[in-house]
């Protein structure tokens, strides 16, 4: 079946940049998302792109996408505390169905 | 505008017993789905409603999972009987249409654990 792939962890000190990088297989992906978790809560939805775009910007957040290599980033700048949660990547086709990845843990110390 | 409800939040079950989840989508949201979050990793779509009919449920272990939106508006998931396996958090979500870009709006979910 088709896959969504993202690193499980990554660790970055308050006020750097975090870059969470996804991966996906689905050429006929339509749409691709970001969702943040945090502890106990549902699925926020941060920030989407057309699959015909290559960046989408949104005050911190900055997605880029690279349809040819089927690359996802979401570089979330001046990283604070309360941004610490799961990042999910996520894409879906024509018919909405939706697959999610295993989620990235974002640790940002102070 | 109020977001998908879930309840209960939490359930604690033994492995055999049945156990149910009801999900009030946002209003006027014609599409809703059921996932399962496995603790570690993304969700699962289970089975998706338009309306009130099915669309997909190819996922959904018919064999003790079972979903229902009778009236097009609330849905509510029941397993029957309940494995260890099944301990997961369960999500709904909706969105206005079908197809296209409309995103999924998610629900804060109900965690089961079964003992």
């Known amino acids: 079946g088709e896959d969504v792939e993202q690193s499980l962890f990554l660790s970055v000190r308050e006020g750097d940049s975090s870059v969470i990088n996804c991966t996906y297989t689905?050429?006929?992906?339509?749409?691709l998302y970001w969702y943040k978790q945090e502890p106990g809560a549902g699925l926020q939805l941060l920030t989407y792109?057309?699959?015909?775009?290559d960046m989408k910007q949104d005050q911190r957040l900055t997605v880029l996408l690279n349809k040819k290599d089927k690359h996802l980033s979401l570089r979330i700048a001046d990283t604070q505390t309360g941004d610490s949660a799961i990042y999910f990547c996520?894409?879906?086709?024509?018919?909405?169905?939706?697959?999610f990845g295993a989620g990235t843990r974002l640790t940002v110390k102070p | 505008e109020a977001g998908v409800a879930q309840s209960p939040r939490y359930k604690i079950i033994e492995k055999r017993q049945s156990v149910a989840f009801w999900c009030n989508p946002i209003?006027?949201?014609?599409?809703l789905y059921w996932y399962q979050q496995i603790l570690g990793q993304g969700p699962k779509l289970l089975i998706q409603?338009?309306?009130?009919?099915?669309?997909?449920d190819s996922q959904l272990p018919k064999d003790r999972f079972s979903a229902e939106r009778l009236k097009g508006v609330d849905s509510t998931l029941k397993i029957q009987p309940a494995k260890l396996e099944d301990s997961a958090v369960y999500l709904c979500?909706?969105?206005?249409?079908?197809?296209?870009?409309?995103?999924?709006?998610f629900g804060p979910g109900t965690r089961l654990l079964v003992l």
């Open positions: 979500a909706s969105s206005p249409v079908q197809g296209g870009k409309e995103t999924q709006y």
């Open positions: 689905d050429s006929s992906s339509t749409y």
């Open positions: 792109i057309f699959s015909n775009m």
């Open positions: 996520a894409e879906s086709n024509k018919d909405n169905d939706m697959r």
């Open positions: 209003s006027g949201h014609a599409t």
């Open positions: 409603f338009q309306n009130n009919g099915v669309v997909d």
